[in-house]
């Protein structure tokens, strides 16, 4: 069934389409797509639109465009809710972009589990966070390094950025300066935020109409009525002044 309704209506997982609205939008980025909602009574800039699984802050929207900046770091401001994911052993085989030595570090040889953590970000938006381990929880803090390996580390990576100029980008370098600055605590105080760089502000709305337009009701002229025949205009002059006649009576019977 989906291949016969567009991408944009499957959110909306009700059988009856004769309760979507229409509304034309017009972003930040300049793009003025069409929108949907239940029902007309919310306009699109109050409405709660979502970015990937999770609801973005009230007036944005999501508008990808390819030529977008790349995802910024942004502190988590807030922890949300708590899943555990069970990951299989890694294959003994490194990744194409793992050297075997740096593999044999990483390769988990066992099934594990992880905990993943919804956060809020300082921009609003929603993100997953990694936990230290299973047990851990925000009131426990972030753990960090040892201070004399944080030391060895801001040496190594400094050796390294001079070597090789390109090795990190400038914002993962800036990144890694924090991270070391503050003791290298895990979970990370800060995480890349893939929203941001393709969420829209609405700036302006313009209703449509209803996706299935509606029956006039019972009848009753409205704007878009053929204009009536002159003795049906008699009919219904003749039935106003009768009320009017009747109106004029009840008056003089209250004088
Ligand atoms: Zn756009
Ligand atoms: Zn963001």
């Not at 306009?43 to 999770?54: N, R, T």
């Not at 099934?111 to 426990?140: N, R």
């Not at 503050?182 to 990370?188: F, L, Q, S, V």
């Not at 003749?238 to 004029?248: N, W």
Request: with cysteine; hydrophobic share 35%; glycine share 4%.
């Amino acid at each position: 069934m989906r291949g016969y309704i567009p991408r944009v209506l499957w959110d909306f997982l009700i059988p009856d389409l004769t309760h979507v609205f229409r509304w034309r939008v017009q972003l930040d980025c300049d793009c003025i797509p069409e929108v949907l909602t239940r029902e007309d009574g919310t306009p699109p800039h109050e409405a709660q639109w979502k970015a990937l699984h999770s609801p973005l802050p009230p007036g944005q929207m999501i508008c990808h465009h390819d030529d977008s900046p790349p995802p910024p770091y942004r502190e988590i401001a807030e922890w949300g809710e708590r899943r555990e994911v069970t990951f299989p052993a890694d294959p003994v085989e490194p990744p194409d972009d793992t050297a075997p030595r740096v593999w044999s570090v990483l390769r988990h040889d066992e099934p594990h589990t992880s905990a993943f953590w919804e956060v809020t970000l300082a921009c609003g938006h929603v993100e997953e966070a990694i936990a230290p381990s299973l047990d851990w929880v925000p009131a426990s803090g972030p753990r960090c390094a040892a201070p004399e390996r944080v030391q060895q580390m801001s040496a190594e990576f400094e050796d390294a950025w001079r070597a090789n100029p390109k090795l990190q980008t400038e914002r993962d370098r800036e990144h890694t300066r924090r991270m070391l600055a503050n003791g290298w605590p895990t979970p990370e105080p800060e995480q890349l935020c893939y929203s941001c760089p393709q969420a829209r502000m609405i700036l302006a709305y313009e209703r449509i109409g209803w996706l299935v337009p509606r029956q006039r009701q019972s009848g009753k002229a409205a704007g878009t009525a053929p204009t009536p025949s002159r003795s049906a205009l008699e009919r219904r002059l003749r039935k106003a002044e009768a009320e009017a006649e009747r109106l004029r009576a009840e008056l003089d019977r209250i004088d």
